[in-house]
């Protein structure tokens, strides 16, 4: 059917060609369209409206009312029972205040009976009031679904036991990165770094660095931001006297940064160096030979050889041992300690867990001279043994 064929069809139903072309507009319309005429007292249009008839509805107002356009065009407002009473005050509240004031209005609704939610804009139009209903509940749903999961996120952020920060670029006319600018942070940066959450916001990457002194810092975030490749680098704070550890990624047109201050494993690793460092000379100082073995098993469970885990300088030189050695096990350099029954002692100790200290004549492999040797368990799979050369304080062998 063409246009003029359409125009036809309408004008059976008393329209208008130009009221048969709005009609079919609006009814194409998703959302609920209601045209209020103002009703006046003895139809003096000066006065005050004393209520409002409904002289148009399209069909998606229609299947929202669940009446045909007959029964709800004509309808007054005040007295009419196709909607609910409340809703229906508020309808001829807020028609009457767009009349008088001559402004739009707009406003949002939960509907519980459809449950679902509404947006409503009313206006003044050539003698009378357009209202369209829009049914905004997956915007709603989305907003609210987007609500909590920013919730969430700055609960995460906020819970962190790490420092977050995420900044953005500000470049110059030629596109170059002159500084950069925080947009988001947590609690947790403002503990670590000593500043304020509002100086942190406040103060740019470069005026940071001028506070707690100039590093390399910045040209590490600008070639993140520019390549993406991600760095993980410690900083030592010498104002402060504070190691952090810092995780730069890219974000956008800027860096994410994560950080945390490690100052406190800094102090025990370096105790812990010193501490081993200072084992190490005393045991490499030593005129006593110190080794500890773990045990190597068979399929059956069974200990089959023993590897070496650590030895010290004199256990080298009275062994005739070098560092390479150490990576083989214990019966390939000394495969006579089957036959002279110090492998079968080793598997005693660590089986039975009695330690053993002893003086012993040995020959063969290079030895041949008298050593005093102490084995003890150290846990469950090594043993630790000391020895000593103390052949000159012995008679020489026949």
Avoid at 281 to 290: C, F
Wanted: glycine share 6%; hydrophobic share 35%.
């Amino acid at each position: 059917m063409d246009d003029r064929g359409i125009n036809e069809g309408f004008k059976q139903e008393g329209l208008t060609a130009d009221q048969a072309i709005v009609t079919h507009l609006f009814d194409s319309q998703p959302d609920a369209i209601l045209w209020y005429v103002p009703c006046f007292e003895n139809d003096n249009a000066d006065s005050k409206p004393v209520d409002f008839r409904i002289g148009y509805c399209n069909l998606a107002a229609s299947q929202a009312l669940k009446l045909p356009k007959s029964k709800v065009t004509g309808s007054l407002l005040r007295s009419t029972n196709i909607i609910e009473e409340e809703l229906r005050l508020k309808i001829w509240e807020q028609c009457l205040q767009v009349w008088e004031s001559g402004e739009s209005l707009e406003f949002s609704y939960y509907h519980p009976e459809s449950q679902k939610h509404f947006n409503v804009h009313r206006s003044k139009i050539q003698g009378g009031l357009l209202s369209v209903t829009r049914d905004h509940t997956s915007i709603v749903y989305i907003h609210k679904e987007k609500e909590e999961q920013s919730q969430l996120l700055n609960q995460i952020i906020e819970s962190s036991p790490s420092g977050i920060s995420l900044y953005e670029a500000i470049r110059n006319d030629r596109g170059k990165i002159v500084d950069f600018k925080l947009k988001l942070t947590n609690q947790k940066s403002a503990d670590i770094t000593a500043f304020s959450i509002e100086q942190l916001y406040k103060y740019t990457v470069k005026e940071i660095m001028l506070i707690r002194g100039q590093s390399n810092y910045f040209d590490i975030v600008c070639r993140v931001t520019e390549t993406g490749e991600p760095v993980y680098t410690e900083y030592y704070a010498e104002a402060r006297r504070q190691w952090v550890a810092l995780s730069i990624l890219k974000f956008n047109d800027g860096y994410l940064l994560n950080y945390n201050d490690i100052t406190k494993t800094k102090s025990l690793e370096k105790i812990a160096k010193d501490q081993a460092d200072m084992l190490n000379s005393i045991l490499n100082a030593s005129i006593t030979g110190l080794i500890t073995f773990q045990a190597i098993y068979d399929n059956a469970g069974r200990i089959s050889d023993f590897k070496f885990i650590l030895l010290n300088d004199a256990a080298e030189k009275l062994l005739g041992i070098s560092k390479e050695d150490t990576t083989k096990t214990y019966l390939t350099l000394f495969p006579n300690a089957k036959t002279t029954g110090f492998f079968e002692l080793y598997k005693n100790v660590l089986l039975t867990g009695e330690s053993v200290s002893k003086e012993f004549f040995y020959k063969g492999e290079g030895y041949n001279g008298w050593y005093y040797i102490s084995v003890s368990k150290m846990n469950s799979d090594s043993l630790v043994q000391s020895f000593a050369d103390i052949t000159k304080t012995r008679e020489p062998q026949s």
